[in-house]
């Protein structure tokens, strides 16, 4: 099992940056594709950003491309999301998940792809 912890989150102006963090424990971290989705309130989970378990293959939602960074370090185990100029409708929970799904047959932006999530942390922009 993997277990995730996102932090990082919090309050920030429209324009402004925030980098969330998300560290792994349990199995070989190195071996399992990684993403970030969110969730305003009142709607569902939406896909951000997935990375490739070598860290050589990415994708983004539109909403986020060109904005956002996804970003991994296997030796810390640990998976970032860099979110510059922000805006207001950024305002969500952030999560972290995982898939040992290898990156070529997983379905990178559904959420039933992912077995592990992590508990969330939220951002909210200010405008």
């Known amino acids: 099992q993997v277990q995730l912890v996102e932090s990082g989150g919090g309050l920030v102006q429209a324009g402004g940056s925030l980098r969330l963090s998300c560290a792994a424990s349990?199995?070989?971290?190195?071996?399992?594709?990684v993403a970030w989705f969110r969730q305003a309130p009142g709607k569902g989970r939406e896909f951000a950003a997935a990375?490739?378990?070598?860290?050589?293959?990415?994708h983004y939602d539109d909403s986020v491309k060109g904005r956002f960074t996804i970003s991994r370090d296997n030796a810390k185990n640990t998976v970032y999301l860099q979110m510059n100029s922000l805006k207001p409708e950024d305002t969500a929970t952030y999560y972290c998940?995982?898939?040992?799904?290898?990156?070529?047959?997983?379905?990178?932006?559904?959420?039933?792809?992912?077995?592990?999530w992590g508990q969330g942390t939220q951002v909210t922009v200010s405008s």
């Open positions: 349990g199995r070989t971290f190195s071996g399992y594709v």
């Open positions: 998940a995982a898939t040992s799904t290898p990156w070529a047959l997983a379905a990178k932006t559904w959420e039933n792809q992912y077995t592990h």
């Open positions: 990375m490739s378990q070598s860290g050589a293959r990415t």
